[in-house]
């Protein structure tokens, strides 16, 4: 397993932007897909968007896609989840998972490793 850590959240207003990153530990994190999932207060677990492990492919959830974009840097081991135009809907935990292959995020189950999360709450 990989060890990922996420930051870069926090409080906004709504219209405004964060970037996300998640940071891997380890020089195999560079060849797995890397995404991310949200989580609400009293909602499941959701799917925001993935990327491969070159950045050559990427899939991004329809109800954020256009306003949030994901890439990946591998020279320093991370990948970002830059968010803007943020709405109120968009206040969750938000989580950093890898695995060898960018279909398994349709499994998140069975995905190989996950961050701790960090907490994005956006104000209306």
């Known amino acids: 397993h990989v060890q990922l850590v996420e930051s870069g959240g926090g409080s906004v207003q709504a219209g405004e932007s964060l970037r996300l990153s998640c940071s891997g530990s380890?020089?195999?994190?560079?060849?797995?897909?890397v995404g991310w999932f949200r989580q609400a207060p009293g909602k499941e677990r959701e799917f925001v968007a993935a990327?491969?492990?070159?950045?050559?492919?990427?899939n991004v959830e329809d109800s954020v896609r256009g306003r949030f974009t994901i890439s990946r840097d591998n020279a320093k081991n991370t990948v970002y989840l830059q968010m803007d135009n943020l709405q109120s809907d968009d206040t969750a935990t938000y989580y950093c998972?890898?695995?060898?292959?960018?279909?398994?995020?349709?499994?998140?189950?069975?995905?190989?490793?996950w961050g701790e999360g960090t907490l994005v709450t956006v104000s209306s």
């Open positions: 998972a890898s695995d060898p292959q960018l279909g398994n995020f349709l499994y998140p189950n069975q995905l190989d490793s």
């Open positions: 380890e020089g195999t994190f560079n060849l797995y897909a």
């Open positions: 990327i491969s492990w070159n950045g050559a492919s990427a």
